[in-house]
């Protein structure tokens, strides 16, 4: 069973006094879509830098759920990865499994419960509750081999490659943010 995710949001009154706006459960929760990951959408931006008013003028996950944050933005998201996520997955065309990935961006990436292995294309680590990776634009997959949940807590920062790099992967597939934020 998956624990709810808390966001607490702070603002400021009209007298400029920093207030809470709010404090319940993460407004963007998904886990229909995908059995083995349930999200939850904390926050993002589209823009940087980011402005910063008294009161957001809309709620910022009032969007779908996507892979990588806006150009020049960032998503803070909590993923439960459910035990064995990786079994049952499809090929990509390249023969690589399907849950590998790329986006154009820098991942923090903390394991904050469980244990997780973060896979690459040559080698793999497992990490355990109080891990960080730091995800450069690698192609990458998350396998909880493990017979529990693994909570992860990732912000994604929007980034371009160099061109240096495009160079060396002419052929990379990069998940990458839809053209709107709507539905």
């Known amino acids: 069973m998956t624990k709810t995710v808390r966001r607490i949001v702070t603002g400021h009154d009209s007298a400029g006094k920093s207030i809470f706006l709010e404090d319940g459960p993460s407004p963007q929760f998904n886990s229909a879509s995908n059995p083995r990951v349930t999200y939850f959408e ?30 020049e933005g960032t998503i803070m998201r909590i993923i439960d990865v459910h035990p064995g996520n990786h079994r049952h997955m499809a090929q990509r065309a390249d023969g690589r499994s399907s849950h590998m990935h790329r986006t154009r961006t820098i991942d923090y990436a903390v394991c904050l419960s469980g244990e997780i292995y973060a896979v690459l294309d040559d080698s793999e680590t497992l990490m355990r509750a109080g891990d960080v990776l730091i995800q450069r634009g690698t192609d990458h997959a998350w396998e909880n081999r493990s017979e529990q949940d693994c909570r992860m807590l990732f912000i994604l920062i929007d980034g371009e490659f160099t061109d240096e790099l495009k160079q060396l992967l002419p052929d990379m597939v990069i998940n990458v943010a839809p053209p709107s934020l709507k539905e």
Do not use: M
Not at 42 to 70: F, H
């Open 42 to 71: 904390l926050w993002n931006t589209a823009g940087s830098p980011t402005p910063i008013s008294a009161v957001e003028p809309k709620e910022p996950n009032d969007r779908r759920l996507q892979l990588p944050p806006p150009s």
